[in-house]
């Protein structure tokens, strides 16, 4: 298969799922917007994750591009031994998800 027919395909099946997987964004990238206001600190998103969870640890965090939008996903240790997994707009703060991961 042809390398534009292979990427047509690609599309296609993503279309046809209803979702794109999340890319992540690397640390340049992550910078620049950053720089540039698009995006707030990461000191700052964290702050809100653990206002939610008081004396949570800080397990793993990213920031991820996801169906056009920037996110950080952040996984936290609650102090009841909790894996929360959460997930906020990197440019409001605003927490988007709040599970506890499997």
Known sequence: MSLPLR?????????LSGSVPALDVGH????R??????????????????????????LEAELEREDGHLIYEIELLTPDGVVRELELDARTGNILKDDVDD
Not at 7 to 15: D, G, K, M
Not at 28 to 31: F, I, Q, S, V, Y
């Open 28 to 31: 340049d990238e992550a910078l």
């Open 7 to 15: 990427r047509a395909a690609t599309a296609a099946l993503l279309v």
């Open 33 to 58: 917007l950053r720089q540039e206001g698009r995006i707030r600190p990461f000191e700052q998103i964290l702050t809100e994750a653990l206002r939610q969870y008081p004396g949570g640890q800080l």
